[in-house]
């Protein structure tokens, strides 16, 4: 239940109803409830600190929760942030995976014995893991990216800009709810991206190449504007090969003649300058800056006093030409790059796109927020740059891949969550595909709408239909007035008048007794209506890891004095996953290509991604005192710093530790106490 709720300040532009005009042009489903929504507020929920990476004085936040509850303790806690890219989901109809990779078991003295032999990625095994499906029905997504930006312009400073990263499924409504949210006139930019050069399957159609980006100043008087150059792109070398064509031989280089005459009427520029007469409208510049340029050696003069004045641009001091809106220098992450085999994140962005972004509307230590931050990019890049940053994720691969990316960067912060209930959930798609076996009795049933996840059969009752929060839809997950008032008046109405109960299941509820209240006191309907917790049945979806380990004191030790062994590793839910993978496998299989199972150890170690020893506390935030990392090629980092060595199964630390916790090759994260 939240704590509060924190007004969306500032209200849409003058004007402009909740939703009117977009609601006119559309008309789509769902503007009421979003009115009511905007109303109520943004829910905030107690905010709990996970770990803290170094001093972290600039106040660097890594968040896992959801955009919406974010801003509400930004907002709240009289946070602004200067600049926001988001890259939210597209509502492409695609599901996104994680590739998992089985990392090597350290026990076997085969592998140890190739630790300096580069290896072939190609005979690394791995299976998938869908990390989120981007599969949205048009009026829920744009309701839901209303709330959102609204959530945002609340945080957002007086000069702030806002870039939103989509492609062609809806960036063009999207534009139409920034124009009425943020005002057409703080419009900046739409910025075409050239992701990649062509597409080899558009057989019937132009090739899609590119996303679009939209730009908008919270003020379009006051936002913050840094222009960039290209120097290295064709168009820019063919110019400097055509134009800088000039050569005084005095050692400074090529140059080009540029014209000193002023576009506008500027009598006050008129004047001669050494016998020569001044253009029409005058020249570009006062007398004393245009002497200036002529001690320097700076200006070509005419021989005849009626003809114009050029200024010497060298080569070796022109900044290029500005970077227009059509950005073509930027390709895709490419599979085999670097920044691809660090990160290896689904929807990963270049770092050079963020960098153009970041470079051209901040400056040193503004604060750079990314409320769907997905690989981290956006903090990482910020973080470079010398800016701070907010990341914020609702999954917890997100964070994970952050927070180890900004730790092997150097960088400190804050790692954060929101409890408002969702964390009970690793992977929202997962945890909605076995939804149904987790209910006793809840079956398909054709009868009921898209609203209703199935029906329950009662022997008494008959037919009960039962509604679920789709936890992959964050903006359902919270049980409201609003939600209430549209299952009494618009799902129960279109039901079978046979029926006579529905269950209606919550993650999180605004206020049970208002809830109980606005039922009982709503007599347009006779069905009986049932809240259920949805945690109650969640409670089991995720079995801790179990591992057995033996510490020992090791004085002469080149990493620490303590030492932490690995003896064995279990994890039900890799074991699940690996066995389903097989399965699959095996009815896909053909004489051309083969069943290869994926077969792990009786010790289980190379089902381990991450281990880290907090000596500091036993309980309460993590203190990484020492941590380990294993690629997916085996080889170690240790404190964030690469290695060449392949893990040996222990991991060291300087001072007695208390506490282990030990991430597998999916994400989960288990933490023991260390009885010495």
């Not at 597209?90 to 014995?113: H, L, Q, T, W």
């Not at 509820?509 to 259920?532: A, G, P």
Request: aromatic content about 10%; overall charge negative.
């Amino acid at each position: 239940m939240p704590i509060k709720y924190v007004p969306f300040i500032p209200e849409p532009i003058e004007g402009q109803a909740v939703l009117g005009n977009f609601n006119r042009i559309l008309k789509y489903k769902g503007a009421d409830d979003m009115s009511m929504i905007l109303q109520r507020g943004m829910p905030l929920y107690e905010m709990e600190r996970q770990e803290t990476v170094g001093d972290n004085s600039n106040n660097n936040m890594v968040i896992r929760g959801e955009c919406v509850s974010a801003c509400a303790y930004l907002k709240e806690n009289g946070i602004e942030v200067d600049l926001v890219y988001i890259d939210p989901p597209f509502a492409s109809g695609a599901d996104y995976a994680k590739k998992v990779y089985i990392r090597r078991n350290p026990k076997v003295a085969e592998i140890i014995a190739q630790a300096e032999q580069e290896l072939d990625i190609e005979e690394l095994k791995t299976f998938e893991e869908k990390m989120y499906g981007d599969v949205w029905d048009k009026e829920k997504y744009l309701n839901w990216m209303y709330e959102n930006l609204m959530a945002i312009k609340a945080v957002m400073s007086e000069t702030a800009s806002i870039y939103v990263h989509l492609d062609w499924h809806m960036v063009h409504y999207v534009k139409i709810l920034m124009d009425e949210l943020f005002g057409e006139d703080n419009f900046i930019n739409e910025i075409i991206w050239r992701r990649k050069q062509s597409v080899s399957w558009a057989s019937k159609q132009f090739g899609i190449t590119n996303d679009t980006i939209l730009w908008y100043g919270y003020n379009a008087d006051e936002y913050i504007f840094n222009p960039e150059y290209s120097i290295d792109d064709e168009n820019t070398k063919k110019y400097l090969e055509e134009r800088f064509i000039y050569d005084d031989n005095d050692g400074r280089g090529k140059y080009m003649k540029s014209p000193l005459v002023n576009s506008l009427y500027r009598p006050n520029l008129k004047y001669q300058f050494h016998g020569v007469n001044p253009p029409e409208n005058g020249w570009l510049y006062k007398k004393e800056r245009l002497e200036e340029l002529y001690q320097n050696n700076e200006l070509v003069m005419p021989s005849d006093p009626n003809m114009r004045i050029y200024r010497k641009i060298y080569a070796s001091s022109y900044k290029g030409q500005p970077i227009q809106n059509i950005w073509l220098d930027i390709p895709i992450v490419n599979p085999m790059a670097k920044e691809r085999a660090d990160i290896d994140y689904a929807t990963q962005k270049p770092e050079a796109l963020l960098e153009r972004v970041i470079k051209a509307s901040s400056n040193e230590n503004m604060i750079i927020a990314d409320f769907f931050g997905g690989s981290g990019v956006t903090a990482a890049v910020a973080n470079k740059l010398g800016r701070r940053f907010i990341h914020c994720d609702i999954g917890i691969n997100s964070i994970q891949t952050t927070r180890d990316r900004l730790k092997a960067d150097g960088a400190q912060f804050d790692v954060l969550e929101i409890k408002d209930g969702v964390q009970l959930y690793r992977n929202p798609v997962q945890t909605m595909d076995k939804i149904k076996s987790l209910i006793p009795g809840l079956k398909n049933d054709d009868s009921l709408g898209s609203f209703w996840e199935g029906a329950i059969a009662d022997s008494k009752i008959g037919t009960v239909p039962v509604y679920i929060p789709d936890l992959k839809d964050s903006s359902s997950k919270l049980l409201d007035v609003v939600i209430m008032n549209r299952i009494i008046h618009q799902e129960i109405p279109e039901l079978d008048s046979n029926i006579k109960k529905v269950i209606v299941y919550y993650i999180d509820i605004s206020n049970e007794n208002e809830i109980n209240d606005f039922i009982s006191q709503d007599d347009s309907t006779t069905v009986e209506i049932e809240l259920r917790d949805l945690k109650a049945v969640l409670d089991d979806v995720i079995i801790s890891d179990n591992a057995e380990f033996h510490i020992e004191e090791q004085k002469d030790n080149l990493f620490g004095g303590y030492v932490v062994s690995i003896d064995t590793f279990l994890s039900d839910r890799v074991l699940q996953k690996i066995f389903e993978f097989n399965q699959k496998s095996l009815l896909n299989s053909t004489s051309k290509k083969p069943f290869k199972p994926i077969e792990i150890s009786d010790s289980g170690l190379e089902l381990i991604e991450y281990l880290s020893v907090d000596c500091t506390s036993l309980d309460g935030e993590w203190h990484s005192d020492s941590e380990i990392k294993i690629d997916k090629n085996g080889y170690v980092i240790r404190n964030g710093e690469k290695t060449k060595e392949f893990w040996n199964g222990n991991i060291y630390s300087e001072n007695k530790p208390l506490r282990l916790k030990i991430r597998n090759i999916c994400g989960d994260e288990t933490v023991w106490e260390i009885n010495v």
